[in-house]
T-cell receptor, first 113, second 113 residues
Framework: SQQGEEDPQALSIQEGENATMNCSYK?????LQWYRQNSGRGLVHLIL?????REKHSGRLRVTLDTSKKSSSLLITASRAADTASYFC?????????????FGKGTLLTVNP | SAVISQKPSRDICQRGTSLTIQCQVD?????MFWYRQQPGQSLTLIAT?????????ESGFVIDKFPISRPNLTFSTLTVSNMSPEDSSIYLC??????????FGSGTQLSVL
């Protein structure tokens, strides 16, 4: 079964609004990462948060991690039409197997101009 | 960062044929990864390709179906053999970047008729 599950599966908002996506996972992790995929193309790494961190910022992105609830959220502030994409969380279980990431099913974000 | 060139970007193939996907990286990397993304689904790791050794396949994937070559530190190929419509997916190669994140090629969208 999937390690990461994103919620919601799809989200449609207006330009300028904030978008929040959630990710839940099942087992202990080393870190959790968020990726963006435009139109079924390659994924682009957005941000990584380690298991001992609670919050990270990068530009308009804010990621939180709650290891007690095994969940993470990605907030995109002041969204733009160009943010339209699928967003995936990925978990790294650690244990010496760096890069062996388990991806969730993704949230399809549509930002309407 | 790593720049990854993947080709072909898309192909439509007949049942029973094979397709070889190429992945070229602009720098030398130890490990290259091949992922499959079935329609509307998440990414699933097929195998890890190390230069000079046999690829390591994940559960559910076998070498006879997905042979991989890794002749040097900047290049790898994945062949999808004896294709069926169930093999219709996006295939992605990726490499590890610093600090555990992954860089992805732009993907190969494969349709099998």
């Amino acid at each position: 079964s999937q390690q990461g599950e994103e919620d919601p599966q799809a989200l449609s908002i207006q330009e300028g609004e904030n978008a929040t996506m959630n990710c839940s996972y099942k087992t202990s992790i080393n870190n959790l990462q968020w990726y963006r995929q435009n139109s079924g193309r390659g994924l682009v790494h957005l941000i990584l948060i380690r298991s001992n961190e609670r919050e990270k910022h990068s530009g308009r992105l804010r990621v939180t991690l709650d290891t007690s609830k095994k969940s993470s959220s990605l907030l995109i502030t002041a969204s733009r039409a160009a943010d339209t994409a699928s967003y995936f969380c990925a978990t790294d279980l650690g244990g010496g197997s760096n890069y062996k990431l388990t991806f969730g099913k993704g949230t399809l974000l549509t930002v309407n101009p | 960062s790593a720049v990854i060139s993947q080709k072909p970007s898309r192909d439509i193939c007949q049942r029973g044929t094979s397709l070889t996907i190429q992945c070229q990286v602009d720098s030398q990397v130890t490990m290259m990864f091949w992922y499959r993304q079935q329609p509307g689904q998440s990414l699933t790791l097929i195998a890890t390709a190390n230069q000079g050794s046999e690829a390591t396949y994940e559960s559910g994937f076998v070498i006879d179906k997905f042979p991989i070559s890794r002749p040097n530190l900047t290049f790898s190929t994945l062949t999808v053999s004896n294709m069926s419509p169930e093999d219709s997916s996006i295939y992605l190669c990726s490499v590890g970047g610093g600090r555990e994140k992954l860089f992805f090629g732009s993907g190969t969208q494969l349709s099998v008729l």
